[in-house]
């Protein structure tokens, strides 16, 4: 009797054991059947997220292509499309609205003054206006004129009396994980963050992209210029003027530079000194194109950056990444 009751458990467990290894195995199967249709549905909202933000970049080459006036409208300014199911952000930035660092040097190597003028009452500009004091230091234009330059001869401003000196490869190789200076212009102003001075700026690199560019031929398109970079252009330049510009190009943009001449307060002499700096044509039209989709919480982000001839139909893709 005794014996039957051992065997009669020994079938319980045994019985439960199984009931209990295909119940795991059943929640096994359907927690993996779940994760494979979250990765499906994953993997679908990626791909439309992808899709869309081509789509966007074809709908910004297409309005750099016709350059009407809702190209103008679009220049500069952020805005949102509905591409079939989903939202797509485009961004078109004018690089010539910019300053272009790696004309700081000339081509036989030299500084140019007058640019690092401007970058340095720029520098004067964004500390007025960001809310801790000295956040760009005059030797961020110093570095990048040491990063962009083919010597190793570190850059001193002997007419700035503070933060006045570049770097050259003998800081870049001291660091804890050391690198060369460039030596070499800028292929993308991303390089900036490897920059002594910028390096230390994560939101102040994010910041120094809305003024600075390492595209077209570094003259300042002053119809798409931001009020910052026209106020660089020279100590004439007041707030307020630069408001009474802005206000006179929005009612119709200036065929020629010269017009500038004829507003109050900037005589000859003031004109002159920036003359040559800016324009109303760029030769080559260089636009960064951004476009952002996100689908199902996937997001992604095509940047581009295009050139374009002023009166050529071809459409030149000198940057593309998608992230
Ligand atoms: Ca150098």
Redesign the pocket.
């Known amino acids: 009797m005794r014996n039957n009751q051992k065997q009669y458990g020994f079938v319980l467990v045994a019985v439960l054991f199984v009931i209990v290894l295909m119940i795991s195995l059943i929640l096994g199967v359907n927690l993996q059947s779940r994760l494979q249709a979250r990765q499906t549905t994953d993997f679908t909202s990626a791909q439309q997220s992808l899709f869309t933000a081509r789509a966007g970049l074809n709908v910004a080459m297409s309005a750099i292509k016709q350059a009407n006036d809702s190209f103008a409208e679009m220049l500069n300014h952020p805005m949102t499309i509905t591409l079939g199911k989903h939202k797509c952000e485009i961004l078109i930035v004018d690089e010539n609205s910019k300053i272009n660092i790696n004309k700081l040097i000339s081509g036989q190597g030299k500084m140019d003054r007058n640019r690092v003028d401007q970058c340095l009452k720029l520098i004067d500009i964004l500390n007025r206006d960001s809310q801790s004091e000295e956040m760009f230091k005059y030797s961020l234009i110093a570095s990048i004129?040491?990063?962009?330059?083919?010597?190793?001869?570190v850059?001193f401003f002997d007419f700035v009396t503070h933060h006045n000196r570049?770097a050259?490869?003998d800081y870049y190789q001291s660091l804890d994980q050391p690198y060369n200076?460039?030596?070499q212009p800028m292929s993308l102003i991303d390089e900036l963050q490897y920059v002594k001075e910028a390096s230390f700026l994560s939101e102040g690199n994010r910041i120094l992209d809305q003024y600075l560019t390492v595209h077209g031929d570094g003259l300042i398109n002053i119809n798409t210029a931001s009020k910052e970079v026209l106020e660089s252009l020279s100590e004439k330049m007041t707030p307020a003027l630069v408001q009474m510009i802005i206000e006179l190009r929005n009612q119709r943009p200036f065929g020629h530079i010269q017009e500038l001449r004829d507003l109050p307060s900037l005589d000859n002499n003031a004109f002159n000194q920036f003359s040559h700096m800016i324009t109303v044509q760029p030769e080559d039209n260089v636009y960064k194109i951004k476009t952002s989709t996100d689908v199902n919480g996937i997001e992604k982000i095509i940047t581009t950056v295009v050139e374009k001839k002023p009166q050529a139909d071809v459409i030149k893709m000198v940057y593309y990444k998608e992230s």
């Open positions: 004129i040491d990063w962009v330059d083919g010597d190793d001869q850059t570049g050259e490869s200076c460039a030596n």
